[in-house]
């Protein structure tokens, strides 16, 4: 039973355009939420992260927005860059930093930048 | 800086044999260790992680162990593999039980 899903195994933007990721979870005592970003042949690289008393946090790009009712959280990339081409993790926890050993992954979703 | 280093980058193992993957982290003291896995088709899942030398939690029963014999060295082993044992293997390390976790470019490991 997964408790972290993302449902678009892949999304295709353009470039300048807005990428929006979507990450659904089925755990009401998640708090600490995570997305992590992969290219091929590396480990997944830290991106952002968001604690369940906020629904929103940005850092440049990129901003994660949390609907806790709704249990969802989104990753929006404004503009987008084919730099951005990778495949993204989302991550939920059930203490705050997730660093515990009780990050849960959903399986990725794979976002490819066209120029 | 801090870096991780994991390896082998690849490996093709007969079912039957043992297995071991190291890691090693630089440039910080004490870290929290982790050994994640991600099977085909499904999401990163924790295996083990340890706080300290010596200390080892199992998250998922398996065929699976982990050993911590220095500070910043990790070691997945199994003692014969399965073919439920492939997929790609990643070690990571974090600063405290509180901070992100940093990933080792991973092992894909295929058991024929």
């Known amino acids: 039973d997964q408790q972290v899903k993302q449902n678009s195994p892949s999304l295709s933007v353009q470039e300048g355009r807005i990428s929006i990721l979507n990450c659904d979870y089925t755990?009401?005592?998640?708090?600490?939420f995570l997305w992590y970003k992969k290219y091929p042949a590396e480990g997944p690289t830290f991106l952002i992260s968001?604690?369940?008393?906020?629904d929103k946090n940005e850092d440049g790009r990129f901003t994660v927005f949390l609907n806790k009712s709704a249990k969802h959280l989104s990753l929006h990339i404004v503009p987008s860059q084919p730099g951005d081409s990778a495949v993204y993790f989302c991550?939920?926890?059930?203490?705050?930093?997730?660093?515990?050993?009780?990050?849960?992954f959903g399986k990725g979703t794979k976002l490819s930048v066209k120029p | 800086s801090q870096t991780i280093h994991q390896w082998p980058a690849t490996l093709v193992q007969p079912v039957g044999s043992p297995l071991s993957l190291e890691c090693t982290v630089e440039?910080?003291?004490?870290?929290?260790l982790y050994w994640y896995r991600q099977a085909a088709g499904r999401g990163l899942q924790l295996l083990f992680y340890?706080?300290?030398?010596?200390?080892i939690s199992s998250e998922v029963p398996q065929n699976l162990s982990a050993s911590r014999p220095q500070d910043r060295q990790f070691i997945l082993s199994s003692k014969k593999l399965l073919l439920s044992d492939s997929g790609f293997y990643l070690c990571a390390w974090a600063r405290t039980g509180y901070s992100p976790l940093h990933f080792g470019n991973g092992t894909r490991l295929t058991v024929t």
């Open positions: 968001i604690s369940s008393i906020k």
């Open positions: 340890s706080v300290g030398i010596g200390q």
């Open positions: 440039g910080t003291s004490n870290p929290n």
């Open positions: 991550a939920a926890s059930l203490n705050y930093g997730g660093s515990q050993g009780n990050l849960i």
């Open positions: 755990n009401s005592m998640f708090d600490y």
